[in-house]
């Protein structure tokens, strides 16, 4: 290709990707170079030489948040100058993540790009993410990761292409130079996989019967033409159904995090007398799913739980289940369902990734994380949208409402109270100290007394791949106390603001009689001792946490 140019750079020494991908303020990706930087990377870490990319597919798309379009532009330039023949790109370079990795399987794709930084705000003075997916679907493994970061730090020049902006307003096939451009409809191919998993009879036959109502907080962001098309134009929920469900690049100045603190107009429409039967709220880019029934919050801890246990309701599991898993900080309710299913249930680091192996190698079918995702083997994402049609499934199957199957659920398992602190935007030196100070003692906590509490273990959560052998050490330092209540505490790995203290706090009730506490008050004891364990106002100088969920 004649405007092929091959460009001088200098390396960035922070392109260290986090939890998932790189995530950054806009004005930093904006630097000369520096997604050129990371691009050119990648394609270096993964080996896309001009020759090797020849018959190589590159799945391309974004949560639409400031700068998407932008950086697809410029990756598509760089893709074609590094001699990939293929490209497919979402439409107005939309595309949700597990939808992006929907089309990654389907088409067999050497690996996608995702633009996003998931629940992080978006606007010219938020963030901005990227992260790339290999083959499976999945987010690149941490050796991956960490190939491409090394890559990072040598780099000296990348390949481009000079060439007017790709007109991707329109699906169809365009050519630039050797590579074919497709652009195709975001929803088309996921909408169709989902049809594929779940009784799409049944659900529309729950949500058009006149008794059931609900609402789906698209949070301005990505999941918005997915719930529109598939909520109310397949499946008959009446339009308005679907708040928010139109993606802005900033989001509409709001956070696109589903949780309680976030989803206030949503939440407000699940309680009181006149609450909707079934609420659902999802991320930026899509992946991220809160549930609530009418005047009832389910935590992401026990959706998973509830999904495990009433998967065999659903047709795409109706087989069974090959094993589930959670990461570390997830609560334990999973495992008693898997228990009393026999299946195994594994216990990875947190980050979606740590999943990639086991569900490639059929070890597990369903897996989740306490951060409001849940997942299975149909894509290597957690995906949003799947675990509200997920739950849509379950209740036209079981025709209760989601507070009666959550209160079944507690008599027969006992409940996992659960609740996690955060402390946002503290000086990263004072958080790693805190983190220092704790590893120097967790080692001698175990036998220990802390309240009324014993403790069994207390160590650094070392992780080993059961598929490749790999080990990820440093994954957060855990208290796990003999009746089951366990205190953990990690940084974050997806802010862009000084560092995130996490404290995850769990506790569990096998009286029935006691299942129905707040959350706050069921654990205050534990919430009590977990910051005076790790000494949180010293480090932080904060008394109490900014964010709880
Ligand atoms: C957070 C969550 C983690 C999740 C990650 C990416 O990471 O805790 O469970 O996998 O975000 O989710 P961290 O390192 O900040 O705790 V998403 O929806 O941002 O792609
Ligand atoms: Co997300």
Not at 325 to 337: E, F, I, K, Y
Not at 502 to 522: F, K, M, S
Request: proline share 4%; with cysteine; glycine share 10%.
């Amino acid at each position: 290709m004649t405007n092929r140019k091959t460009i001088a750079t200098e390396p960035y020494s922070d392109q260290k990707p986090g939890t998932s991908g790189l995530r950054k303020k806009v004005r930093l990706f904006q630097q000369a170079h520096y997604l050129e930087n990371f691009v050119q990377s990648i394609f270096d870490a993964t080996d896309t030489g001009v020759d090797s990319a020849s018959d190589k597919i590159l799945v391309l798309g974004g949560d639409g948040r400031f700068y998407n379009i932008e950086a697809l532009q410029t990756i598509i330039r760089m893709a074609a100058a590094n001699g990939f023949k293929r490209v497919i790109a979402g439409q107005n370079g939309l595309l949700s993540t597990p939808a992006a990795s929907c089309i990654i399987r389907k088409y067999h794709a050497f690996g996608g790009i995702i633009l996003s930084a998931s629940h992080n705000p978006g606007g010219p003075e938020a963030d901005f993410g990227i992260k790339f997916n290999g083959a499976n679907g999945g987010p690149a493994s941490e050796e991956l990761t960490d190939a491409i970061f090394r890559q990072s730090l040598e780099i000296a020049q990348y390949h481009i292409v000079e060439t007017e902006d790709i007109d991707l307003a329109r699906t169809g096939s365009q050519q630039l130079g050797d590579m074919r451009i497709e652009v195709v409809d975001p929803v088309t191919d996921y909408a169709e996989l989902m049809q594929q998993l779940f009784d799409f009879e049944r659900i529309r036959a729950l949500l058009t019967g006149g008794t059931f109502s609900m609402r789906f907080d698209g949070m301005n962001a990505i999941t918005g033409p997915y719930a529109h098309r598939i909520l109310e134009q397949q499946l008959g929920a009446p339009p308005g159904s679907v708040m928010r469900g139109q993606p802005m690049p900033d989001f509409g100045g709001e956070h696109p995090d589903p949780n309680l603190a976030h989803a206030t107009d949503l939440q407000r429409r699940m309680t009181g007398g006149d609450a909707a039967d079934f609420g659902a709220a999802s991320d930026g880019d899509g992946d991220r799913n809160m549930i609530l029934g009418a005047n009832f919050y389910v935590t992401p801890s026990d959706s998973l739980a509830v999904l495990a246990a009433n998967a065999s309701l659903v047709p795409g599991y109706s087989d069974g289940l090959s094993g589930v898993a959670r990461s570390m900080p997830t609560s334990q309710a999973v495992d008693r369902v898997a228990a009393a299913l026999g299946i195994p249930c594994f216990e990875t680091p947190t980050g979606w990734k740590f999943f990639g192996n086991l569900l490639d190698a059929g070890q597990i079918t369903l897996c989740g994380e306490e951060s409001f995702g849940t997942g299975s083997d149909h894509v290597r994402e957690k995906d949003g949208l799947w675990a509200v049609l997920f739950w849509l499934n379950v209740l036209a199957a079981r025709g209760e409402s989601v507070a009666d199957i959550m209160q079944q659920h507690w008599r027969r398992y006992g409940r996992d109270y659960y609740t996690r602190h955060d402390y946002e935007a503290v000086a990263s030196d004072s958080a790693q100290s805190l983190i220092e100070a704790l590893r120097q003692k967790i080692d001698s906590l175990a036998g220990q007394r802390l309240g009324n509490y014993e403790i069994e273990l207390a160590d650094d959560f070392s992780y080993t791949d059961p598929v490749d052998g790999s080990s990820s050490r440093q994954q957060g330092l855990r208290i796990l106390m003999r009746d089951g209540a366990r205190i953990i505490y990690r940084l974050s790995g997806t802010g862009t603001e000084g560092a995130t203290l996490r404290v995850y706090i769990e506790g569990h009730e096998t009286d029935p009689a006691l299942q129905n506490e707040d959350p706050q008050q069921a654990l205050a004891e534990l919430i009590g001792l977990a910051s005076q364990l790790a000494e949180i106002e010293h480090y932080t100088g904060r008394s109490a946490a900014d964010v709880v969920t």
